[in-house]
C-alpha cells in the first residue's frame, strides 16, 4: 500500500477538523470584509466543483461523477463518486452509513460490514464483485446523490471555506483551500491539509494576520505542492502549477470568469 496521506484518520477528525485549526488571536476580527462571502456563493461553488472535476476526473461535468467508480491503484482500495470517497479511508463508509440512514434497505447497505472490515486498506474483501455495479446502481437514486453532496459538503467544503474566512482569504484561497482538502484530507501525517497549512504559516502570514494574501496562498502552494511529490500517485502538480497559480498570478481573487487553465496537458475554459 501507497502512503496514504489522503483522508488519514478521516473517521475520526470528521468535519471538525479544519474548523479547529489553530490561529491567531486577532485572525476572526481582522478578517478583510471582502472575506464576508465567497466560496459559498452558489455561483462559486458551481465553479468550485467544475474545478476539481477537471483535475479527478478531466471532465467539467462534476455531476456525471456521482456513479464513478474505480480502483485507481493508491493504496486506498475503491475511489468514487462526486469527490472520491474512498473505501480505505473511511469517507466512503461514512457516506453509505447516511444513506442508509436516510434510505433503510438501498443497494449498498449490504456491504455496510465489508467497508468496516476494509476501512484503513486497499481490500476489495467483501465488495467484489458486485459493488461496482451496485454503486453506479444506487447513483441513479436522488437521495444517493444528495448524501454524496451533503457529506463532500460536511467533511471537505464546510470546513475549507470556514478556515479560509478565518485566515481573511477571498473566494480563490478558499477554492485553494477546498482543492487540497479534497487531495490531502485533515489528518495528522505530514501531508494533510493543516500540515500543509503550517508549512505555509512558517513562511508567510495570512491577511487575519496582516500579511500579504498573494504572499500567502504562494506559500501554500509550494508547500502543497511538495506535499504532492511525497506520493508518486500525486506527483503530477499541474492542477496547482497550470490551474490555481493562473488564477493567482492574474490577482484573480474573486474566482470570476472566465477562466482558462490546465490540467494533466488537457485545457479547459469557464466562460
Known amino acids: 500500500m501507497v502512503h496514504t496521506s ?21 485572525a476572526t476580527a481582522a478578517a478583510p470584509p ?3 462571502t465567497g ?24 455531476k456525471a461523477q456521482y456513479k464513478y467508480i474505480e480502483d485507481i491503484g493508491d493504496g486506498r482500495g475503491y475511489t468514487a463518486g462526486i469527490i472520491g470517497f474512498c473505501s480505505g479511508t473511511g469517507d466512503m463508509l461514512d457516506l ?17 460490514p465489508a467497508l468496516r472490515a476494509v476501512d484503513g486498506s486497499d481490500s476489495h474483501a467483501g465488495l467484489d464483485p458486485d459493488y461496482p455495479k451496485d454503486w453506479r446502481k444506487a447513483a441513479q437514486d436522488t437521495a444517493f446523490q444528495q448524501a454524496q453532496n451533503d457529506e463532500r459538503d460536511r467533511v471537505y467544503f464546510d470546513p475549507s471555506v470556514r478556515q479560509g474566512k478565518t485566515d481573511g482569504l477571498r473566494t480563490l484561497g478558499q477554492f485553494i483551500y477546498y482543492d ?4 490531502h484530507g485533515d489528518g495528522t501525517d505530514p501531508t494533510s491539509f493543516r500540515n500543509i497549512r503550517k508549512r505555509a504559516l512558517n513562511r508567510a502570514k495570512p491577511p487575519a494576520q496582516g500579511g500579504d494574501e498573494t504572499a500567502y496562498l504562494n506559500a501554500f502552494l509550494d508547500a502543497r505542492v511538495w506535499a504532492m511529490k511525497q506520493e508518486e500517485a500525486h506527483s503530477d502538480t499541474s492542477r496547482v502549477d497550470t490551474a490555481q ?4 498570478r492574474k490577482g484573480n481573487f474573486g474566482l470570476d470568469t472566465p477562466l482558462d487553465w490546465k490540467v494533466y496537458g488537457d485545457s479547459y475554459h469557464l466562460g
Not at 444513506?99 to 447497505?109: F, H, M, Q, S, W
Open 34 to 36: 471582502s472575506a464576508a
Open 6 to 26: 489522503r483522508r488519514t484518520f478521516l473517521a475520526v477528525t470528521g468535519a471538525l477538523a479544519v474548523a479547529t485549526l489553530p490561529t491567531s488571536p486577532q
Open 180 to 183: 487540497a482538502i479534497v487531495m
Open 96 to 112: 453509505v452509513e447516511l444513506y442508509t440512514d436516510r434510505k433503510p434497505g438501498n443497494v449498498l447497505a449490504k456491504y455496510l
Open 245 to 248: 497559480r493562473v488564477f493567482l
Open 39 to 62: 466560496l459559498d456563493d452558489p455561483a462559486k461553488k458551481e465553479i468550485a466543483m467544475k474545478l476539481v472535476s477537471s483535475a479527478e476526473n478531466s471532465s467539467l461535468d462534476w
